[in-house]
């Protein structure tokens, strides 16, 4: 049977003699496997098409689990994804979110919207860990896991100092707080983004700017939600720490600038 479907490309594997299988998250059919022939051929027609993160419009043949490419359309390349480290890290890890981290039957529409609004937020240089924090808890809420952050996630308090408890549900008050000695001490600011995240459609997302102590609350926050609730090690987030580890290391002040030898092994 042929199906045509928008869809954004999550995955690619390379498949026999220059062909590829990629994951399109559409939003109507969910994720489909497709074939494309020659992909990793040059003079290929699709060999753009089937380049990760893109969004395009896809025509194929399935019979079996498989379809197989018979045309397509690129819609948006999102090439800006693609060309510089930290984007192309980041732009990884949502796609594999999105492939690994949804099961097929929460892979809708409102998934398929969010990560679309994730890509242009990422390409048009918003800042990229508001962006990815954002988009974690979208994946935790379309995932049926959305933290519970305005009551306590224990007894149901609410207006009251919270911590923050993956292994509780989100929020816990100071009553319940020995339930999780591991919870975590957060910022009102912390939980103001928080609760802005879990209420936000990434489509609406503006331009948030966040002081850098916030931004390593929310990481180590969601981080631990996602490794809790998720359980699993996705191959992008290995990359993404180490690139968010380096982004951490504090600029010497009030010094000359130095060669970068002279400025190695401080800590
Ligand atoms: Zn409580």
Redesign the pocket.
Known sequence: MLYRMEGIVIRGTDYGEGNKIITILTPSHGKQGIVVRGARKLKSRYSSLAQPFTHGDFSFFKSGQLGTLSSGEIIEPYRELREGIETAAYASYAAELCDRGIGEEDAGGYLFHQLKACFAALAEGKDPQIVIRAFEMKIAGSAGYAPLLDE?A??G?TGVPFRFSPAAGGA??G??RHKDPSAMELSDATWKLLRLFAALDLRRLGQISVKDTYKLQLRAAMRKWMDHHLGLKLKSQHFLDQWERLADRPVPEQQPPRSPEAAEGTD
């Open positions: 306590c224990s007894c308090r816990l008050c009553n319940c």
